[in-house]
């Protein structure tokens, strides 16, 4: 990590003019300022590093504002005894938070729930068939948790597995959009999670234009979810970009 | 787990594909569904919904619990869903676990809506007695007994039809009390409050098998999807919770047409279950 800290963070927003929207936004006024000053489409800048852990097969590290995720992969490796014969891989997510992760000690969420939408969220883009009878262990570590923990995890979990050579379709990017009130805000950090009426959160592989895994929480009209699709899509498609750009940067730096 | 050979396989997809499927139905008719009201004696609402060979038993209890210091004017819902090992032998010991989770998590993220609670299914602040001191903590605990496909709807609608079976017990509260103390309740067991549940949505699962989607899909068929989509929607139409099950991805605008898709099936079993509901409330009044 240290060799490369002088690049620089790649940072990504998918900018209000690339918006290629044929029809205007429906939710126009505004009646909210984000606490961290950023435009409601605006997305926080985000710096990616492959390679954080040696001992791992493959890892990552992101850091999306105050979110501060760790990924390391292990594997693929023989698959416990206990386990059924299976001519496919086996995904093994855990995600744990540090107990310093959240403002008050040991509030995190629950891991469980956590990291079952982590392994559905990935499954549909590895190649599972490509190392049967064996198991590939995801295990992330939210060092701080800042507002779109399980997207920035997902994101930071698929650099990993590129990382470490697991033949996949495409990368994962995840975006989650928050809707306050009348608005769609994009990317949201913490306190704006805490007054959500409803959340969207969608796991893509970008050059394929495939949805691997799609939540929404509250109520929603179609129009909106049409709105926040798109936001999410076309935020998704940037991000998949960086990532990209971070696995080439890291691998020209290693061949020098 | 089911064991099919590959004619079976070819049978079940090539039905679904030619809008027929093994057991007669279309693509998007439900089986046959059964609704009993007020099952269990010592809870205060409780239902068993049957879709075809699927079987589950909700129950609803309330309790007098303390309101969370971050929403003092809101009482407490837990949502949880217990797989028997009668169901399926695989759910023996802590087999069960995985999919009882997943279970929870959907149905707490399908009638929970926000975390502002907008949008949801329940009324929270309806569950307030005394602002800050003392609050209804409603339990719903969902039972799988029997299954064969489509567990989730049938659990979001046994969840609905024991919530429309739910007094909850008038609370008088002794008036004389300081701001500090906890107030006196005097839970009354003879007035009963109707809970509301106009509100509540209910739960369509699009199972897609080959290029198309179907409803209630029995664990055949579900042995047979590439994904499935679990979309509640509520009277007004309006879109109260989305998850999504299976490894195979789907182009955005084939989620947008099973999100249409899902309304409008959504409205048939949404009458479909008031009317099984009110039946099943009436012929339990006979009984009694």
Redesign the interface.
């Known amino acids: 990590m240290a060799a490369k800290a002088g690049a620089a963070p790649a940072t990504y927003s998918p900018s209000p003019t690339a918006n290629k929207k044929n029809r205007p936004p429906i939710f126009t006024d505004i009646d909210w300022i984000r606490p961290d000053g950023r435009d409601f489409h605006q997305c926080r800048p985000a710096f990616l590093r492959t390679g954080a852990v040696n001992a791992a097969s493959g890892s990552a590290y992101a850091e999306f504002g105050n979110t501060k995720v760790i990924v390391s992969i292990f594997g693929p490796r023989e698959s416990k005894k206990a386990m059924m014969y299976s001519d496919i891989g086996r995904l093994n997510c855990n995600v744990s938070y540090t107990t310093f992760s959240t403002p008050v000690r040991g509030q995190a969420l629950d891991n469980k729930d956590i990291s079952s939408q982590l392994h559905k969220s990935l499954e549909g883009a590895i190649m599972l068939d490509t190392f049967p009878k064996t198991t590939v262990d995801v295990f992330a570590l939210v060092l701080e948790s800042g507002g779109c923990d399980l997207p920035v995890v997902i994101s930071c979990a698929s650099l990993a597995l590129a990382d470490a050579g697991i033949m996949m379709y495409d990368l994962v990017a995840a975006v989650s959009v928050s809707c306050l009130g009348k608005n769609l805000v994009i990317d949201p950090v913490s306190e704006e999670e805490n007054y959500q009426d409803g959340s969207l959160m969608i796991t893509c592989l970008p050059s394929r234009n495939e949805v691997t895994q799609l939540t929404i929480t509250g109520e929603w009209s179609t129009p909106k979810i049409h709105e926040a699709m798109e936001l999410c899509l076309d935020a998704c498609s940037k991000l998949g970009k960086i990532m990209r750009s971070c696995l080439k940067e890291s691998a020209s730096t290693s061949q020098e | 787990m089911v064991g099919l050979s590959v004619g079976e396989k070819h049978f079940i997809q090539g039905g679904i594909a030619q809008d027929l499927r093994t057991d007669g139905r279309k693509r998007l008719t439900y089986r046959p569904i059964f609704v009993e009201t007020g099952v269990i004696a010592q809870a205060n609402g409780s239902a068993r919904v049957k879709f075809g060979g699927t079987e589950v038993i909700a129950s609803v209890k309330a309790e007098l619990g303390r309101p969370s210091s971050s929403a003092p004017d809101k009482g407490k819902v837990s949502i949880f869903v217990d797989c028997s090992p009668t169901a399926a032998p695989q759910f023996e010991g802590r087999g069960g676990e995985?999919l009882s989770?997943?279970l929870s998590?959907a149905l707490r993220?399908c009638l929970l809506?926000?975390?502002?609670g907008?949008?949801a299914g329940i009324n929270l602040s309806s569950l307030s007695i005394v602002d800050g001191k003392v609050c209804w903590d409603l339990y719903i605990d969902g039972l799988v007994i029997s299954m064969d496909g489509n567990v989730l709807d049938a659990l979001g609608a046994a969840i609905k039809a024991a919530l429309s079976n739910t007094g909850i017990p008038k609370v008088n509260i002794a008036s004389a009390s300081t701001p500090d103390e906890q107030p006196e309740v005097d839970v009354s067991d003879e007035e009963f409050l109707q809970f509301d549940t106009t509100a509540l949505p209910v739960i369509v699962t699009l199972t897609k098998v080959g290029r198309h989607y179907i409803v209630d899909a029995t664990s055949e068929e579900e042995s047979q999807m590439s994904?499935a989509?679990s979309i509640s929607v509520?009277r007004q139409g309006?879109?109260?919770?989305?998850?999504?099950?299976g490894?195979?991805?789907?182009?955005?605008s084939v989620?947008?047409d099973m999100?249409?898709v899902a309304?409008h099936v959504s409205e048939q079993l949404m009458n479909k279950l008031d009317s099984e509901i009110a039946a099943a409330e009436a012929a339990m009044e006979e009984d009694s």
Do not use: H
Not at chain 2, 247 to 252: E, H
């Open positions: 995985e989770m997943e998590a993220q809506g926000g975390k502002s907008a949008g994904s989509v509520n309006l879109i109260c919770g989305l998850t999504k099950r490894g195979a991805g789907l182009d955005p989620i947008l999100i249409s309304k």
